[in-house]
């Protein structure tokens, strides 16, 4: 869809839901009421906002007096943060209205919505964390869901090699299922943040026991804004900006790339002279006197210095007292960082829509309808010059031949070839003949486009039943939903010819051309991929006082979710019964007892049945005489849970109980008459797997001091038990294709939490300050292992320990002896089994001291997971400016530049494209700070193997964003006609400290990671 349509339905959509807006706020003459609001007391209310169902608006004086017009009878809706609200009708409304205190945690702002049921934080016995959006979105605006959660969250670790969040880890443990307005495993990424009013983390097994198995990693929750009665609202945030590139790859020039080469063929023994680069191709290069002839290209020059981002979000809710709506309409458009084709408008843009609707069916059936759209497409020319950055080698040829460098003159036949060529900007497109059209330059330019396009539909419905007139306290509710994303890529492929240059005394005398120059008259259609998604489930829930001081709520639920894939055989379905009692006395004692019973088709007959029993118990102690007067406590409350969580999330496929056959290879028998075909067998049966377990322990407290600091802290155990694994100990090598799977290894995860919250204002200045902690240390705590050396037994060990060679720095010319022209290792020093070494290799410990450098010598030499993760946040407010910033961190783990996300930047071997880390090379001037080993013209098997001496410290700390905002006054805001208006500059990803920030904020091969800056506008009418 090019970019003006995306413009134009934009715009309608946009024109539409004013229209409608302007319909629905449209006011009619109504009766003038007036009212006093006061507390149990009898004391007046100051500060009660009052909202009529026509978009007018009171609020309470002193006195605790309003006066309000109301059209007919409808509804008022009666609000103040720390009671409860209340809806009354105009024949309701008499002299006066006491509105009733909440308890503190348990007012309708504290209400946190955990998937298929909601609670009030204080009834929360669970380790459960939460983020409301509503007062944040002004100053901390960001668009994707998993980069709010990283460094606001508590428990959750970020998992990507930048500091923000691409995956969501809760506790170390693994990825979170995300819930998503009660639809189980919807993916974050298709949301932006103006969507979402609530994240709740739920991260022990009594929080999550609801979800079954799916729930095994812990469950992020995510609720999307809903209209609310008598409360129209339009918001328009608008957001524009650039990015520019945190770090570029350096490659080494031409000339310097051909030094270095020729340095390598010596190294190993070879005549550069012969196999090598001469020193007058070498001069003509580095003289640059000929760039056409003698070429010196790096692709990353074509990459644009900054790049532009827009964003446009508008929102739409109200409603009354029978039915509320909210609808964002939202598009994005990123530029692309390629963009040397102007024809194609390289870029992504991205255009959603969201209908959330919420409608009362009678008295005692009300029902909500939500809808989602999204429309993806990134368009982009064939050929990936970030990609081919990687291996071009900047001396191979010219991607641009300029047509004044072509004699015509002396070579009439070029003429008649140039009638017929297509000419860029003055230039033929270049190639060499070894290469003949796979030039990715000439595909960028002439070969056509392509559009990579992904399209979602999401809806759910939920139909909620009152049943108090059979007994009272008692409701059901049932959910369905249905998902379906599709990918496809469109493409015109152009084809196109390309010309090697013939050079003669600096001009170019003759062209051998490849391809031909033809158009692609037709678009290509190709799909990639399909998900569709159908879930459900009915829940009946129970609430209950009994003898004033006892509570009961009781939730029993049914769930089942289907999930087909393209190209899946099986479709993966999650199905279980859930189950949740809590009882609380006196509103300070809680006891919650919680499970599932889930069902899985990996699991074999008789074992698809497993129950997961989970009790969470919670003391408020701040309730006791001894503290509930406290100027210091206002408020403290003891946790502790524990429970087995029965899952098969991490089996990883269908009939690993069962034998797995395929055909073999033929074999013949009466002398060849007859032939069959062999059975090879690749798994044995277990009729007795089973689920895994997760095994669960947490305590701890959440407080609220001095009415200015919150406090939350967690210790917990879990243990992944019975996870599958072929036993390496219980069947002798011979028998490797008949081993079954068995539910053997096992993971300990123990460490902390803590979440501070601190917020104080003195007279025009607020501050706010946030910070989080999580330690999550990790144990592989049981593995069947047969290695011959205990050194290598992961048992005992880190998780994610990374196992490699202990390097000892370089070989020294003095390790070896010159022996009729060949080096030869010194006796006494182990000999390597990688193939030949040389001074400047790297030196290898010998751990088992048999004087042989093998994989036996593989040790533990670090971990890749960072046990200490932080986010801190500091929010400055003083009269109308505001100032956030959010900066997260990490410690304690390693990264390898054996990655294959470095493609071999920071470890070129043999004829691999050398980058700037080769300057540090060994050579005998530099053996004593050589930081890279020699240079090899093959490939080195010594080398590169993953060792010590390629793993980096991955600590840092990084400003992940920081925004200031001004808020507009009130008299201003009148005057151009709009409730509130804000500007806002923000910038992200600004400030790393670590010691090899240089290495993780580097990309090789893709898009660079990005700093960002943007100025944006909110509005709400």
Known sequence: MKINKIYRLYALVCFTMFCFCGMATAQSEGTEVSATIVDQQGNPLSGVTIYGSDGSRASTDTNGLFSISLPNDEAVVIEKKGYESQILSLSTIAGGITLVKSDFLASED???????????????????????TEDRLTYDNTQFVRDYIAGLAVGVRATNSSGIGVSSNIRGIGNALFVIDGVFGRNPNFLNMEEVDQITVLKDANAVALYGSQGRNGVIVINTKRGKINKKE?????????????????????????????????????????????????????????????????????????????????????????????????????????????????????????????FKVNDWITSSIDGVAIINSSKSSRANLLDAATTFLPFDYSPFLPVSAIDVENNPALETLLAGANVFNGNLLGTAQQLGVNTPVARSIAGGSQNRVFRITQFNNSINFDLSKITEGLSAKTYLSFDFFDTYTTSISNQFRVYAPTW????????????????????????????????????????????????????????????????????????????QMTYDFKKKLFVDFSGAYAHSLKLPEGNRGGLSPTVGLGYILSEESFLKDSNFVNYLKLKASGGIIKSDAGINGYYLYDENYSEGANFTWADGVFSNRRQNISQGANPNLGYEERIDFNVGFESYLMNSLWVEANYFRTELDKDLVILADQYPSYYNTFRPFNNFNANLYTGFELGLNFNKTFN???????????????????????????????????????????????????????????????????????????PGDIRYADQNGDDIIDQNDQVAIGQSASPWTYGINLNLKYKRFNLFVLGTGQTGGKGNKLSSAFNNYYTPNGTDKYSEVVLGRWTPQTANTATFPRLSSGENQNNFRTSSFWLYDNSFFIINRAQLTYEFTDALCDKIGVEDFSLNFQGTNLFEVGENKDIRQLSIGGNPQVRTYTVGVRMSF
Do not use: C
């Not at 209400?111 to 009834?123: C, F, H, L, S, Y």
């Not at 330690?775 to 994610?800: C, H, I, M, P, W």
């Open 110 to 132: 504290d209400e946190i919505k955990m998937g298929v049921a909601t609670t009030n934080r204080r009834d929360i016995t669970g380790s459960v964390s939460s983020i409301n």
């Open 234 to 358: 339009v918001n328009v945030n608008v957001r524009s900006g650039f990015s520019t590139p945190l770090a570029l790859p350096n490659y080494l020039g031409a000339a310097s790339f051909m030094t270095l080469r020729n340095e390598a063929f010596a190294n190993d023994g070879f005549d550069p002279s012969v196999v090598g680069f001469s020193q007058e191709q070498i001069q003509n290069t580095r003289s640059g006197l000929n760039p056409i002839e003698f070429p010196d290209v790096d692709l990353y020059d074509f990459i644009q210095p900054f790049v532009n981002t827009h964003n446009v979000i508008s929102e739409f809710s109200g409603g009354n007292d029978k039915s509320q709506y909210y609808v964002n309409a939202g598009w994005l458009y990123n530029e692309d960082w390629i963009n040397i084709n102007e024809d194609i408008n390289a870029g992504t843009n991205r255009f959603n829509i969201r209908g959330n609707i919420d």
């Open 504 to 579: 003669t005394d600096g001009r170019i005398t003759d062209l051998q051309d490849f391809g031909q120059d033809q158009r692609d008259l037709s678009e290509n259609v190709a799909s990639n991929g399909f998900v569709s998604r159908v879930g459900m489930y009915a829940l009946v829930n129970y609430e209950k006082t009994f003898a004033t001081n006892h509570s009961i709520n009781t939730t029993f639920l049914g769930y089942y979710n289907s999930e087909k894939r393209a190209g899946a055989i099986q479709t993966d379905r999650d199905s279980h019964l859930g189950f």
């Open 764 to 838: 025009d200045f607020s501050i706010g300050i946030g910070a989080n902690v999580l330690y999550s240390e990790t144990e592989a705590s049981k593995r069947s292992e047969t290695r011959e050396f205990d050194y290598q037994n992961r048992q005992g060990l880190e998780v994610s320990t990374i196992f490699g060679l202990e390097d000892l720095g370089f070989y020294s010319e003095s390790d070896f002896t010159n022996t009729n022209g060949e080096l030869v290792l010194n006796g006494g020093l182990p000999v390597p089994n990688f193939g030949a070494v040389q």
